[in-house]
């Protein structure tokens, strides 16, 4: 690029609702038509994301003649959205999301967490659209595959007519008991004070194009300074995790910036910063699955905005939902790991001054704060001497193990691993490992042990 010439970055967008109304089917159905059709170019599955390039978006939206009005190079969809560091970095009111779709099952009308995502979005002044999903399931629907939903609605009989109608004023009414203003797309006169509906179906297709076009244009229009690429690394770490041969990775969205193979990053780390340099930079190989051997590609760098895996030393303690900093020339690392550390002051206040009482380990930053919520609420009165991100290595056991007291020489695992190596450990040292995947089942356990100590 010439200096000083503009170039958009790719938007991203996160995909939220109740569960079941068809989040993760609507992203498969972006993928899979293209994967069905072949195409070069195509959409690529990133490390939680879905990238669709400006080619496809193209043809997807072709019969609604708008291609001339495509200026970004893609758009990146987020699709971890259930996941709790997600909902941490929700929450926090991370930058990560330029814009947002909220899924509404068509037959249930707003859900419990339904409301929930929207008043995320609202707090985080996020645009977004609402899909209106599962049209297919309108009695009578005749199928009309992948094509926009205007013409896939002329096609349908009086009667879907009538229910979709019905079916829309309804959730149109319960939008607005939330304070919201919503509006089928096409008759939507307001952008920006009324939000756009988008019928679809991600079983045949119906309205796909018209939901991407409207992401893409609203995009465009009303956040090109925000869009524009920036040099200046903004980087969000999603996930950490253990991969079979590739050690603590870090799953992280590249939201502006390159980041380079060898280049010096910090990142906030339950045990403090985390300095260290990435060794490569993975994004899954695009036929595979995930999970296959060597399924990744390396890159000697990557531009945003991307989904992308790091592989690097000491990453085990990263936590998910903070940023990630790259050391630049004359930076001053000592900053950056102050800074990087911010999110984390907040649950390290937690920690009981004493000295004394249970290890917690837990899966996230957002389910840690959680469990620490929890374990403090009078009821359950647990004091916690260590807290932990990720699964649970034998120095964890080395620091319960230090406990006078018997109760305490015990670790709270929620939602995490336990390696074999720090299992061994803790028989041979009689600490106690609680692991459980629901909050209330871990204070059970730990209750129960309580009580058999005081017998
Ligand atoms: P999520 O929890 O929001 O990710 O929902 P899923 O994508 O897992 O979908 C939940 C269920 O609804 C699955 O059985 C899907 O096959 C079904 N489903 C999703 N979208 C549609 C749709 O547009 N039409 C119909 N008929 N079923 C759908
Ligand atoms: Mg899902």
């Not at 991600?202 to 009303?222: D, F, H, N, R, Y």
């Not at 999970?291 to 990557?302: D, P, Q, S, T």
Request: glycine share 8%; hydrophobic share 40%; net charge neutral.
């Amino acid at each position: 690029d010439k200096e000083g010439e503009k170039t958009l970055r790719s938007p991203i967008c996160c995909i939220m609702g109740h569960v079941d109304t068809g989040k993760t089917k609507l992203l498969d159905c972006i993928r899979r038509t293209n994967v069905q059709e072949g195409e070069a170019g195509g959409i690529t599955q990133q490390i939680g994301a879905t990238y669709i390039p400006a080619e496809n978006i193209r043809e997807r939206t072709k019969e609604l003649k708008a291609d001339a009005l495509l200026n970004v190079p893609g758009l990146l969809v987020i699709d971890t959205p259930g996941h709790e560091s997600f909902k941490n970095l929700r929450s926090r009111g991370s930058g990560l999301c330029d814009i947002g779709i909220l899924v509404v099952d068509i037959m249930h009308g707003l859900e419990p967490q339904t409301i929930e995502s929207l008043n995320l979005l609202r707090m985080r002044n996020t645009e977004f659209i609402v899909a209106l999903n599962k049209v297919d399931r309108l009695y009578g629907w005749k199928a009309c595959r992948n094509a926009p939903i205007g013409k896939a609605m002329k096609q349908q009989s009086k009667g879907v007519k009538l229910e979709f109608d019905h079916r829309l004023t309804q959730i149109i009414a319960q939008f607005k008991e939330q304070g919201l203003n919503t509006e089928l797309y096409s008759k939507n006169k307001e952008r920006g004070e009324t939000y756009s509906i988008v019928p679809t179906s991600a079983i045949s297709g119906e309205g796909i194009p018209e939901m991407i076009l409207l992401l893409v244009q609203w995009a465009q229009k009303t956040m090109i300074e925000k869009l524009t690429y920036s040099n200046e690394i903004q980087c969000t770490v999603l996930e950490v995790k253990v991969i079979e041969g590739l050690g603590a990775t870090i799953d992280v969205v590249l939201v502006n910036g390159v980041l380079h193979e060898g280049d010096e990053i910090v990142v906030c780390g339950f045990q403090g910063p985390i300095h260290t340099t990435i060794r490569s930079l993975l994004t899954p190989h695009p036929m595979k699955e995930l999970r296959v051997k060597g399924a990744y590609i390396h890159h000697k760098e990557i531009k945003a905005a991307q989904g992308i895996k790091i592989t690097a030393q000491n990453l085990e303690h990263a936590v998910a939902g903070t940023a990630l900093y790259v050391v630049g020339p004359g930076d001053d690392v000592k900053e950056l790991k102050e800074s990087v550390m911010d999110d984390m002051r907040n649950v390290m206040s937690r920690v009981d001054k004493s000295g004394e009482g249970v290890f917690v380990q837990a899966s996230t930053l957002g389910s840690l704060e959680a469990l620490l919520e929890f374990l403090k609420t009078p009821a359950v009165s647990i004091p916690v001497n260590g807290i932990g991100i990720g699964p649970v290595h034998k120095k964890d056991i080395l620091k319960a193990g230090t406990m006078k007291k018997k109760e305490y020489k015990t670790i709270l695992a929620f939602d995490v691993k336990v390696t074999p190596e720090a299992q061994e450990h803790a028989d041979n040292n009689g600490v106690t490992i609680f692991i459980a995947h629901i909050i209330y089942h871990l204070f059970d356990q730990f209750k129960a042990y309580i009580d058999k100590l005081k017998e």
